[in-house]
């Protein structure tokens, strides 16, 4: 039996039945549920079938009590809300509260609703009880949450836009003013028959078109990177980088390289040729960028995060300075000019792991070697 059918001398007779009956078809018609809290009897609440029946439940298989609410409420919203509403009722309030909550249907889906609430006061203005409505937003937040989405994707290609129409106007640009000049140089060259000049500026101009060439099908690359779709299938981390570590340490005959990969890393769910694309970026980088006189040790384990897992790849290289971490990720950024590449790796590694709902992260001091995080989200384990 609900508070509002306990009998009392307010509400006898038909008459006062009546308007209790009218009173809970209006909650129901107007409202996606409603709850009535007797401050006398402190583990109850009662909470309507409507209530009950938005989050998938019987009205008979819910008690009217506290530890239902513990159950259906995720336990860091309803601390908040015991928190407010008990502050509430100390300063004796009257007016209406507010308050967004999470409950968990009996599906195992997540409902958001608006909480409205307030208190009924007795004749010397102390709170005796509350009382309140839901109304359910979930498809609000996931309409929110969806334009929050598209409008990061669209500040994304807006970025990726302008870092574009930079590597066009300079990046593609210096080899094509290269070309030009030592076209002029050629010209003399062989007006002049200059066999060995002119044979020195071939060089150079092929040498510039390669470039040109690179960071075309660079760009093309990137540009797919948007359009493709995901095979997604279970994957063993741990197999797919030490086969890939064999390769690596097989291929570098210039420097001594040791692998070292944990038991411990997980399956994941992914696109097998992207993942081994972001792994095999990434040691090439390690190696590539190491000390010249000290052997190459890389580290590849993983860690537990908040919300998902990190497969970190560790080395002993000359480590990058803190001020550099938020561009190693952009288009065509280069910190070493003296090694081959355009610089387009990372960039591909960014992309590749956004596509996967996850992020990539860097660890990394001057002298002390980097670590990169490679973060998973927990649907993707």
């Known amino acids: 039996m609900s508070i509002l059918d306990m009998p009392s001398s307010d509400f006898n007779g038909e008459e006062a039945k009546r308007d209790r009956d009218m009173l809970k078809k209006i909650l129901e018609l107007n409202t996606d549920g409603w709850w009535i809290r007797d401050l006398n009897f402190p583990d109850q ?9 938005n989050l998938g439940y019987e009205d008979g298989e819910l008690e009217n009590s506290i530890s239902t609410l ?3 409420v995720f336990a860091e919203d309803l601390a908040i809300v015991e928190k407010n509403i008990s502050n509430y009722i100390k300063l004796n309030e009257s007016q209406v ?6 409950f968990r249907h009996k599906n195992g889906s997540t409902i958001w609703m608006t909480c409205k609430g307030q208190a009924i006061q007795d004749g010397a203005g102390k709170t005796i009880k509350l009382i309140g409505v839901h109304f ?23 970025n990726e836009l302008e870092q574009l129409i930079y590597t066009i106007s300079h990046d593609l640009k210096s080899p094509v003013i290269t070309c030009g000049s030592f076209l002029g140089f050629l010209k003399e060259d062989i007006d002049n028959n200059k066999e060995d000049e002119a044979k020195e500026s071939i060089a150079e101009i092929e040498k510039a078109l390669a470039k040109l060439s690179h960071l075309i099908t660079d760009l093309i690359e990137i540009n797919q990177m948007g359009k493709v779709i995901l095979n997604l299938e279970l994957i063993d981390t741990r197999e797919l980088v030490t086969s890939l570590a064999k390769q690596l340490k097989h291929r570098e005959l210039t420097k001594k390289v040791q692998i070292d990969v944990s038991q411990d890393l997980p399956q994941i769910m992914a696109d097998k040729s992207k993942i081994t694309q972001v ?9 590539k ?8 040790l890389i580290k590849i384990y993983s860690r537990i995060s908040s919300n998902g897992v990190e497969i970190c790849i560790e080395d002993n290289g000359p480590g990058i300075d803190e001020s550099y971490h938020g561009k190693i990720f952009k288009l065509f950024q280069r910190l070493d000019k003296s090694k081959e590449g355009t610089g387009i790796g990372l960039t591909i590694v960014s992309r590749i792991m ?3 709902k996850g992020s990539v992260s860097i660890e990394s001091k001057l002298g002390q070697g980097s670590l990169f995080l490679l973060h998973f989200p927990m649907e993707k384990i």
Not at 97 to 102: A, D, E, G, P
């Open 136 to 158: 359910d937003i979930t498809q609000l937040i996931l309409l929110k949450n969806k334009l929050s989405e598209a409008n990061k994707k669209l500040k994304d290609k807006n």
């Open 45 to 53: 609440i009662y909470l309507s079938s409507s209530l009950k029946k």
């Open 97 to 102: 509260f507010t308050q967004k909550i999470r």
């Open 354 to 356: 956004r596509l996967h």
């Open 279 to 287: 792994f095999e970026n990434l040691l090439n980088n390690a190696i």
């Open 289 to 296: 960028y190491s000390y010249a006189d000290i052997p190459v």
């Open 70 to 72: 513990e159950r259906l």
